[in-house]
């Protein structure tokens, strides 16, 4: 109850279920096995691309067709200093942590080459929050306020904000699905963006890295923007009109206020899945690995008609 600042993947964890935040904000077990590949890859993906944009091989604020091959050159050396500050790359693991690393950058940086528009580099790790190294203040909301890193905004001449958040995964989630996959952060990161930065939300986006056959950023982008980012490949339900767009923002807003309120009211429970009535309801996601110390019966609840997927 007396904590005042909250992350963003912090409520998100808590409304995928509330004992598997409670176990690891407050339990806080400790893993027996190393950190996981995923883990040390995503950490050098993020440090890389934080350190390359802010210093570029060149005079643009991103690659282009033209400037690409340097860009991944770049990349290519700032992983290998990275990871020998981290102690890595003695072991054929953590060689191929590296060469996956260096495999999943170049993909993007081609990638981002094709990108075109107004919409240009600007802030990197944009912290804000109660420590010294945060550029901005947290965010205060409803007697609570909001600390995180957004990975990149994107601005235009005008003060349009385009959020990014690199994901290295195979899929990421649709606008569409925020609330039935607990997703908060993206429309969090716009409130940010708007009162800490004065910028105008334009939307934001989650970047599957490791994507193979599907690799289009998805979550929210303000119709009106839609052809300034006609290059990203949007997906027509990630679109929104002006009302649902800020309608999203801020049902965010009050589920994060509410996940607020539970968590300083000691409402830990053993309640995986997303809302009632979503697929999944009540059934523990299969990640989770805290069956020894929650003993909670996994036997999955009757299933709702699943939805047809997105074109």
Known sequence: GAVRAYGGTTLERFDTCSYIWFAE???????????????????IVHAVLDRLYRQPPGDAARPTPATV???????????????????????????????????????????????????????????????????????????WSLHGAI???????????????????????????????????????????????????????YHPLRGTRERRPRG?????????????????????????????IAEARERADRIVARMRGGEIGRDPGPPPGYRDHDVCPTYCALAPICRRDRTPVADVEREPEEQ
């Open 151 to 205: 990975d990149r905004i994107d601005r235009t001449a005008d003060g349009r904000a385009l959020v990014h958040d690199y994901k290295v995964a195979g899929k990421v989630t649709p606008g569409a699905k925020f609330e039935e996959q607990g997703k908060l952060q993206l429309p969090l990161y716009l409130l940010a963006a708007q009162d800490l930065w004065d910028l105008a939300p334009a939307g934001a986006l």
């Open 25 to 43: 904000h407050e339990l806080r077990p400790q893993p027996l096995e190393p950190a996981p590949e995923a883990l040390l890859q995503g950490g």
């Open 69 to 143: 091959g340097a860009w991944t050159g770049r990349a290519t050396e700032l992983v290998a200093a990275i990871a020998a500050e981290r102690e890595l790359g003695g072991s054929p693991a953590e060689r191929a942590v590296r060469r996956g690393a260096e495999r999943l950058l170049g993909r993007f940086l081609a990638e981002e080459a094709g990108r075109e528009g107004p919409f240009e580099p600007r802030l990197f790790e944009a912290r804000f929050g109660e420590d010294e190294a945060s550029e901005k203040p947290a965010l205060e909301l409803d007697g």
């Open 220 to 248: 929210l982008v303000l119709d009106q923007d839609r052809a300034d980012l006609d290059s990203y490949g949007l997906v027509g339900t990630d679109v929104l009109p002006g009302d649902r767009f800020e309608l999203a």
